[in-house]
């Protein structure tokens, strides 16, 4: 506490000081601080800086003392300095660009997390200049092994197009790219990325359609909801409207097709209509989108549930749109904001489907206690909702809420009673009855808001209540709202053939008090004076000459003007026109009843859960949501047919590894989502492909034939997406190779094999992942499998894989354990020991395991060849085995020696491949060149010498056998 | 997406200010500051305001105003639901979410808010993963970083945000090994004058308060799953496996968190555990009004109901009030009219009432409105829904936890209209 209290007595005291000799020398005390080379000091005027930023005071001039700290070492000044950074770069253009080469640094460091941090720092500077630079790291950054970077270089997508529209055309190639991304992690950045920088680019979510509805249950929460909402307009564009058939014949039904049957009915009748006409079949991808969608309504977040509703909403065949409505009545439980907007959802929602939400009318039920806005809006469903079954309990509950001390509310639920009155005719007496009641309220706004609803009611039925409207002639007495009193007088003068005595007596009235009347009354008074003048000339006759000339007079010049046109048009002289003749025709002409409806009739052709749906006006942004199209475009587009094998296999793989990442932890539930979505991907696949004709079996055929070809193609592909073992994602390679740790006969029962899983191994990027199989041969359980004592080479270094603490007999348990071997073949030793024994073990690494694969062009690949010439670079020939012919057994055989990536190449002689080691990352390239008669040159060019023998050994071994 | 935000008091004055694009004028605001005046209560400042360049969305909480800046189409429940996460973060950080707590705090605020969004989209908004980036403020950490010269900020970077189990940090250790799950209902109810139920729902949630060392794997069953018509769960909750077998099975998030949250709708019979007698009168003519009030348990399977607490809006007519309460206090507001009365536990021998006469203004006619009575309880050791929690089991770690459940009932919105 005293602590606490102290800082704020200094904090203070600094503020003032700040203020005092802010004139003369600002923050001069701040610069020495910064300058310092205490990194407590730095903090604290770091610490002072950002204060001053959020409270929105100038900081710029600070700059260039800040920006030298860019490279401090302290996290946390660093951090500051780049929320510094971000905020006044833009007014600080040239000293900003001192602190890029810090970022472009960090763009290249080993840990994912640092790089990540570079590239979003350096995107977030807004200074044209970097653009390039921006470009190049987005684009490095995009096919970088970690997820996480991936993710980065997504968000920076829409900074970069921000800052330079003219990146589009490159921007989308990133985002074409990232969207074919397979990891969770990626896939809502980049569909934002996709939405704000090229959202008329349907055709790019084709090939990942499917896999973005399997994906999206383990996506992030803000990812979903973006997700979501660019797959209802996708859907829109490529699916048939799922109601179409019953909408032809909708027409008739909805008269009495509102109660909750309306469900069954339509079934039954789309049952019929099925028969009748060519049956409507779903798309089998507009059914997974429903299908994967419809979980996430469980959600805690309410913005993804509104997003899975309106997508049922504007989607989903009519039956089943129902299951919706639960879960938005679960969300007007939470704050008040949210059902705010629920509630203007619902609303609309309840116009088109009525039924949907009867069954929880209840819960639309007002309370004291809920702001204003939120009864308005409770009111409007609640009104919707009305029918003739329900009507009764609404009306009652109407009335409590009349009584409410809140006027506004009060006037809202007058309204309301006014739409039920008119929308069911059963009501309409009581409802006119009780308002006239209302009549006699103490309220004035209460009786204002009432003369104006029975103004609307009477003009549906004027004969048979002419007993109202004398009674709301008396009201003028008393009444002093403008709006009532000008309602009033419009209805005496309309109605005025029915109560021929009183309205020339009110006219009378209004005469007299006319020069204090509102503008709005003085109208009302002319036109109810020109419409007596026409019926009733005989006695009011002269009150109307009078108030035209009062009105002739009117410092208003819209009554000046009125008054001048009504004289004209009625009182008959010689020089008036025609006109005159048709003056009864013109003031006493049938006027048709007012409908009133809802403000949220017609909100629905804006996407509902959209700002422009709350705003009722287009926002900027916004993305009209597509009508369905007349025929259905082609589904196959969405065929993802020479993907199709690499998507099986690493679905596969990527449930190995995380069961060997985390064995214990989180296994179960992994592997149960995965097998979820691979049997759901392959249903989907099977599905269509029982269901696409017989054009794209063929078409699968043929990719088989190209399958070998493509293998090398997928690898590389898959490396760059850090998906791991070339050899696992590509089943012509052949299983991983396992060595032998532990014999079962030396190991007692307990049997070890490893191998190298060629994965990153998290973590440490330095390791290389040894992937551990225990299997117990023996009759009881092996307990606290352990690794115990490494002996390792000066700078060896091993990550233990976590403890296991029981594996029962006949079972296998595998774990990860990462080792770097600092770039040397030499064998990492330690023990292994389970609760009674201990076993002495080396792992040795083959050459081939030391490197990891990195993606290049050819281009990069001939120049970092030309700076690796001389000792660097080891040639031998050899002739190639007997079996082994063609590109792709090459390929293959290179590859599974050593953990290198294809390089594409222009020739067809010549395969390049390219890695570096991982604890050194220095480049290893490899390039093999066949010639005549099964001759051919293997060259290394590495800097590490030893290692560039070793590996061309390894390579002329495997490729001469 | 979202540009800025601003923080405005319940004075008007904006105290803070974070912009994560380019910078947006504080005078935006300015049409805020009209809507504000045009609503006549602070709850009724619309949540969304258009004004000419950008569109204003702000959610009100304790009494701050969080107005977030957008510039295009963007969902709005996507915003509001974002800043609530804001708000719950600071108070998970500062215990409170006062105007107070985040100005002393305020570097932390500005760390937070930098990690919590990256370009206006959602970044980190996990609790797990912000306290490993940025640690929670303690008076122990800000008297040893006074001394040492340390930081708030974590020295290593987080792993959270790589691994399949973002919410969960990676290393947990603990002495004493312990998971407590709160089930806690609320009712929602309104009653009418003559006392029968117009409506009534229970909301219930189950948070929990997990402190486990390692990667546990918790299953927790119910007695009764099938009164679970509606739920929503924290994103470890396995869901195929609720689906499948009705069990909650998941990953615990470390230290507090809300596993499931749960609705028993009005179509289900709900039971009222307390009823309120009441005759409030307002005679023409005369300035003097009737006031009395009995409360008396019903339906609560013999467990007591405490921490009563009635209030009421009095019309404004009410000049004054002159009550005797059988127990517990009750206070008069004269501005607001707000009457409130802490009876604390009902004693069902003795039922506790408030009677006596309320003084209107001299002439004014009768108030034609009458009052509804809000009112709060608790219930401990029942679900009123009869929610019962089966078994606890823990998988993936060896020790043995120590469990324990709780059971509570609370009123939520609870009215009596008279």
């Known amino acids: ?961 | 997406m979202i540009h800025s935000l601003f923080l405005v008091n319940s004075s008007g004055d904006i105290f803070l200010e974070k912009h994560w694009k380019s910078v947006v004028s504080r005078s935006v605001c300015d049409y805020f500051f009209e809507a504000q005046e045009r609503a006549s209560e602070p709850e009724n400042v619309p949540p969304v305001i258009p004004t000419p360049h950008h569109y204003l969305i702000s959610v009100l909480r304790h009494r701050i105003y969080f107005v977030a800046v957008i510039q295009s189409e963007v969902p709005p429940l996507f915003v509001i639901e974002f800043l609530h996460r804001v708000v719950d973060t600071f108070q998970d950080y500062f215990g409170v979410c006062t105007e107070a707590a985040i100005k002393d705090n305020v570097v932390v605020v500005y760390e937070l808010l930098e990690e919590m969004l990256d370009n206006g989209f959602p970044l980190a908004t996990e609790s797990n993963i912000l306290k490993e980036l940025i640690k929670p403020p303690t008076i122990l950490r800000t008297v040893v970083n006074t001394i040492t010269g340390s930081t708030n900020v974590g020295e290593q970077l987080p792993t959270g945000q790589l691994s399949v189990v973002p919410w969960r940090r990676t290393g947990v250790k603990y002495t004493n090994n312990e998971a407590y799950f709160d089930v806690v209902e609320e009712i929602d109810a309104i009653i009418d004058k003559s006392g029968s139920t117009i409506t009534a729902e229970i909301q219930g949630v189950i948070d929990a308060c997990v402190k486990l060392s390692g990667m546990p794997d918790l299953t927790l069953s119910f007695m009764n799953p099938r009164l679970l018509d509606d739920v929503s769960f924290h994103p470890c909750v396995r869901f195929k496996r609720w689906e499948a077998e009705r069990i909650l099975s998941f990953i615990p998030p470390d230290g507090n968190f809300r596993l499931l949250s749960y609705h028993v709708s009005s179509q289900n019979l709900v039971a009222i555990p307390v009823y309120v007698k009441h005759n409030i009168t307002f005679r023409e003519g005369s300035s003097q009004g009737r006031f009395e009030l009995t409360l008396g348990p019903k339906q609560t399977m013999g467990k007591a109901v405490e921490s009563v607490l009635v209030s009421s809006q009095l019309p404004r007519g009410v000049l004054n009030v002159n009550l005797n309460p059988s127990q517990g206090t009750y206070t008069f507001d004269p501005v607001t009219k707000l009457l409130s009365w802490d009876v604390g536990k009902i004693n069902p021998q003795k039922l506790p009432s408030l009677k006596g006469s309320m003084s209107l203004q001299a002439g004014a006619s009768k108030p034609d409105e009458n009052p509804t009575i809000n009112i709060q309880f608790k219930i401990q050791q029942m679900a009123i829904s009869g929610l019962k929690v089966n078994r606890l089991d823990m998988y993936g770690e060896k020790y043995k936890p120590f469990k324990g459940i709780k059971y509570m009932t609370k009123a939520g919105k609870f009215q009596v209209r008279t």
């Not at chain 1, 699916?239 to 039904?253: A, Q």
């Not at chain 1, 307990?783 to 390792?792: A, I, Q």
């Open chain 1, 1 to 961: 506490m005293v602590t606490l209290l102290l800082q704020k007595v200094k904090y203070t005291a600094s503020k003032n000081i700040c203020v005092k000799i802010s004139l003369s020398c600002r923050h001069d005390d701040l610069k020495e601080m910064l300058d310092s080379n205490k990194d407590s000091l730095k903090l604290e005027a770091m610490k002072r800086i950002v204060a001053m930023i959020a409270r929105g005071k100038n900081a710029s001039d600070l700059f260039p003392a800040v920006v030298k700290n860019v490279a401090c070492k302290n996290i946390e000044v660093k951090k500051l300095v780049y929320v510094y950074l971000v905020r006044y770069a833009e007014e600080q253009q040239d000293l900003a660009l001192l602190s890029i080469s810090t970022f472009q640094r960090g763009l290249k460091d080993p840990n994912q997390l640092i790089r990540a941090s570079a590239l979003r720092v350096l995107s977030s500077i807004r200074v044209t200049i970097i653009v390039p630079i921006m470009m190049l790291a987005i684009k490095e950054a995009a096919s970088d092994m970690s997820p996480y970077v991936r993710k980065t270089a997504a968000h920076a997508i829409p900074k970069l197009y921000s800052l330079d529209p003219d990146q589009k055309d490159q921007l989308i190639e990133v985002i074409e790219k990232l969207l074919a991304d397979k990891t969770t992690l990626v896939a809502g950045s980049v569909v934002m990325a996709f939405e704000e920088v090229c959202p008329e680019r349907i055709d790019l979510i084709h090939k990942n359609y499917r896999k973005l509805c399997n994906l999206l249950i383990d996506v992030e929460e803000w990812g979903q909801v973006v997700i979501i909402n660019m797959l209802t307009r996708y859907a829109r564009t490529q699916f048939l409207n799922p109601n179409e058939s019953l909408l032809e014949e909708g027409g008739e039904k909805t008269f009495y097709g509102s109660d909750e049957e309306e469900g069954k009915e339509d079934k039954v009748e789309a049952a019929a209509l099925v028969v009748k006409r060519k049956p409507y079949v779903m798309d089998p991808d507009h059914r997974l989108l429903l299908r994967n969608t419809k979980p996430l309504l469980q959600s805690r977040n309410a913005a993804v549930v509104m997003a899975v509703a309106q997508l049922y909403f504007h989607l989903a065949p009519k039956a089943e749109v129902g299951v919706i409505a639960k879960a938005l009545v679960r969300l007007m439980r939470s704050h008040s904001e949210v059902q705010y907007v629920v509630l203007q959802n619902v609303a609309t929602m309840t116009i088109k489907r009525r039924g949907m939400f009867e069954p929880y009318l209840k819960s639309f039920y007002i309370r004291s206690t809920d702001p204003t806005q939120i009864k308005v809006l409770k009111l409007e469903v609640l009104t919707n909702l009305a029918n003739e079954t329900n009507i009764s309990t609404i009306l009652r509950e109407f009335q409590t809420y009349i009584k409410s001390m809140d006027k506004d509310f009060v006037a809202a639920t007058i309204q309301a009673i006014g739409r039920c009155a008119t929308n069911i005719g059963e009501v309409r007496d009581t409802c006119l009855n009780g308002l006239v009641q209302l009549l006699s309220n103490r309220d004035e706004l209460v009786v204002a808001e009432s003369v104006v609803v029975i103004k609307k009611l009477l003009q549906m039925q004027p004969e048979k209540h002419s007993d109202i409207i004398k009674h709301m002639a008396k009201l003028t007495d008393n009444i002093q709202v403008p709006m009532a009193r000008a309602s009033i007088l419009w209805l005496i003068g309309e109605y005025c053939e029915h109560v021929p005595k009183i309205a020339p007596d009110v006219l009378r009235k209004m005469a007299k008090s006319f020069t204090n009347e509102e503008d709005i009354v003085k109208l009302q008074i002319l036109n109810l004076a020109a419409k007596l003048y026409l019926t009733n000339s005989k006695q009011t006759k002269l009150l109307t000459q009078y108030v035209l000339n009062l009105a002739k007079y009117d410092q208003n010049y819209d009554i000046r003007d009125r008054a001048r046109f009504i004289r004209q048009l009625i009182v008959p002289t010689d020089k008036s026109g025609a006109l005159s003749k048709y003056a009864k025709k013109l003031f006493l002409a049938l006027k048709p009843a007012p409908v009133l409806e809802s403000p949220f009739k017609d909100r629905d052709h804006f996407q509902l859960g959209s700002l422009s749906h709350l705003l009722n006006a287009k926002a900027g942004g916004y993305q009209e949501l597509p009508d369905w199209p007349e025929s259905a475009p082609d589904p196959s587009v969405r065929n993802v047919e020479v993907k199709y094998p690499t998507e099986q296999s690493s679905t596969e793989e990527q449930k190995k590894s995380t069961k060997s990442k985390e064995p214990k932890d989180r296994s179960d539930s992994e592997s149960e989502d995965e097998e979820e979505s691979s049997t759901e991907s392959s249903e989907s696949e099977s599905e269509e492909e029982s269901e696409s004709d017989t054009d794209a079996k063929k078409k699968k055929k043929k990719t088989v034939k190209k399958w070998r070809i493509y293998v090398s193609f997928c690898v590389a592909l898959l490396l760059k997406c850090s998906f791991p073992s070339p050899q696992a994602a590509s089943p012509t390679c052949g299983p991983l190779k396992t060595y032998e740790l532990l014999h079962r006969i030396t190991g007692e029962g307990l049997a070890v094999t490893y191998c190298f899983s060629r994965r990153p191994f998290t973590g440490d990027p330095h390791m290389v992942s040894v992937q551990i199989q225990f299997t117990n041969n023996t009759e009881v359980e092996a307990r606290s499998l352990r690794v115990l004592e490494p002996k390792l080479q000066s700078g060896m270094r091993i990550a233990e894989f976590p403890e296991i603490d029981v594996l029962p007999p006949g079972e296998i348990s595998t774990v990860v354990m990462g080792i770097d071997f600092c770039d040397s073949t030499q064998a990492a030793n330690f023990q292994l020991c389970t609760h009674t024994k201990k076993f002495f073990v080396t792992i040795q690494p083959p050459v081939g395991e030391l490197m990891m694969p990195i993606f290049m062009t050819e281009n990069e690949f001939k120049k970092e060849q030309g700076q690796l010439m001389g000792m660097n670079e080891i040639t031998e020939k050899l002739t190639l085995g007997e079996g082994c012919r063609g590109d792709h057994v090459i390929i293959q055989r290179v590859i599974s020696t050593a953990n290198l990536s294809r390089v594409p190449c222009g020739s067809a002689m010549e395969c390049r491949f390219a890695g570096k080691t991982v604890t050194s990352g220095s480049l290893v390239l490899v390039t093999v060149v066949t010639k005549e008669e099964r001759a051919a040159q293997v060259t290394v060019n590495c800097e590490k010498m030893l290692i560039g023998t070793m590996l061309v050994k390894d390579i002329l071994q495997a490729l001469s056998q």
